[in-house]
């Protein structure tokens, strides 16, 4: 069993910064893959950036350049550091892993006013 925390969002100007932390109740070492993903009222949930547990990232087209996902599995925690945000990053923002089971976080808001 696998919960997980996110924490981070909140309201910013556009052109602004956050990053967002997940934190996992046990150890994350053995997650190969965790991800954050976003969404959007009358959308749907969109994979944002993904990350290997050997540290190899991906990520959407749209935050490519802008958004670095990281994760430090000694404090069992996965990041995503968001750059010149956009008023269409606007999203609750989860947090999700696979371990036999897929896991999700509650979700933060992110809010970027133009």
């Known amino acids: 069993q696998v919960q997980l925390v996110e924490s981070g969002g909140g309201l910013v100007q556009a052109g602004g910064s956050l990053r967002l932390s997940c934190a996992a109740s046990?150890?994350?070492?053995?997650?190969?893959?965790m991800d954050w993903y976003r969404q959007s009222p009358g959308k749907q949930r969109e994979l944002v950036a993904s990350?290997?547990?050997?540290?190899?990232?991906n990520y959407a087209d749209s935050v490519k350049g802008r958004f670095t996902i990281s994760r430090d599995n000694a404090k069992n925690t996965m990041y995503l550091q968001m750059n010149s945000l956009k008023p269409e990053d606007t999203a609750v923002y989860y947090c999700?892993?696979?371990?036999?089971?897929?896991?999700w976080g509650q979700g933060t808001q992110v809010t970027v006013s133009s």
């Open positions: 046990g150890s994350i070492f053995s997650i190969n893959i």
């Open positions: 990350i290997t547990g050997g540290g190899r990232t």
């Open positions: 999700h892993a696979f371990r036999a089971a897929h896991y």
